[in-house]
């Protein structure tokens, strides 16, 4: 038995991942641990492209939900992540540390706060409450309401593998 998982490097992934490594381009060390199990790493990526790329959320919508579920689970790796990540969505410095403050922060749109709400409700006990799930039919379609609900499942367990894995920061991150 290992002590903890390892990142394993990409050079060391073996051919079983190319197309994998290939479809990452430079992958992070959540993919460098998920590959010490390639049948994973590859059943888990078409769910992950989908959250990540296809999404009927916006950019900003998925950011605003992955960052406050890695507040609220203690993910800093997901945290550091998605920092960037929530930039290159259009998130300002000032936005991204007002996540932490939660949906009753001041600045927030009702949209930009119902979000959050989600997350937040979904962290206890994976429910949305009922004026929670009203306002998101409100606001949002079914592929839109499902999206919200998968974002936040997928990185509800992609913390609990970095926490869990203590899965280390990139170099020079």
Request: include cysteine.
């Amino acid at each position: 038995m290992t002590e903890k998982l390892k990142p394993l490097a990409p050079e060391n992934w073996g051919s079983a991942l190319d197309a994998v490594k290939a479809d990452l381009g430079a992958p992070l060390n959540i993919h460098n641990v998920f590959a010490n199990h390639p049948d994973l790493l590859r059943a888990w990526m078409p769910f992950r492209n989908h959250v990540v790329r296809n999404s009927t959320l916006t950019g900003r919508q998925r950011e605003l939900l992955i960052l406050r579920n890695a507040h609220n689970t203690r993910a800093q790796y997901e945290w550091d992540q998605h920092v960037v990540r929530g930039r290159d969505a259009g998130l300002t410095d000032d936005e991204i540390a007002r996540v932490r403050l939660g949906p009753s922060a001041q600045g927030w749109t009702p949209e930009e706060s119902l979000l959050l709400t989600a997350a937040d409700e979904m962290r206890g006990d994976q429910h949305l409450g009922g004026a929670t799930w009203r306002a998101l039919c409100d606001k949002f379609d079914d592929r839109q309401i499902l999206d919200i609900i998968v974002t936040i499942g997928m990185y509800m367990l992609l913390s609990t593998v970095v926490n869990a894995a203590q899965v280390p920061m990139e170099d020079g991150h």
